[in-house]
């Protein structure tokens, strides 16, 4: 009886130590796969800012990201009355793992050209370009790659030239 639980131990540990090694280097053909699905769920997403529809996530996201986007862009409406004209401007990518050729982690920079708008008058309120380092959590179901999740890590609003520090007096 010893001996059996002692196999399965070292049955489960080799198992365990397996999955500990696996690479999560992606091969050219998945970063490729999962950087044009990035890109397209980023796209939708400026759209869906812009215009307060998340049906344009609905190919780019899970029901839970499509669910999480709508909660954020209802409270921005319901809190500030406004709504947001999101630009994607660029985005670098700064690392890809995939796991088990099934689950991506994709870390990057986002450049984004962000214009607030009352939803009632169209009046603009605000004008910003907004840097974002972001983790995005991709998943293949059925073929495609979509996003399940996205974090924002942290978000720097970069100071135009010319124009003093908040943090310097100008006295």
Known sequence: ????????????LAMLFAAACENTEPSSEERLEV???????LEALADAYSTLD??????????N?????????????????DR???DLIDFDIQSMSVFRSINATVRLWEVWDITRVGAADGIEKGHTT??????????LIDGTWICVGR???SQETPIPAGEP???????
């Open 54 to 63: 998340v049906s344009v996530l609905e190919d780019h996201a899970s029901p």
């Open 84 to 86: 947001i004209d999101a």
């Open 35 to 41: 950087e044009t699905a990035v890109t397209g769920y």
């Open 165 to 171: 520090s908040p943090t310097v007096d100008p006295a």
């Open 1 to 12: 009886m010893a001996a059996r639980y002692m196999s399965v131990l070292v049955l489960l």
């Open 65 to 81: 990201e499509i669910a999480h986007v709508k909660k954020l862009l209802t409270e921005l409406l319901q809190k500030t009355g």
């Open 151 to 153: 974090s924002i890590m």
């Open 130 to 139: 907004s840097i974002q380092h972001t983790i995005i959590q991709m998943r």
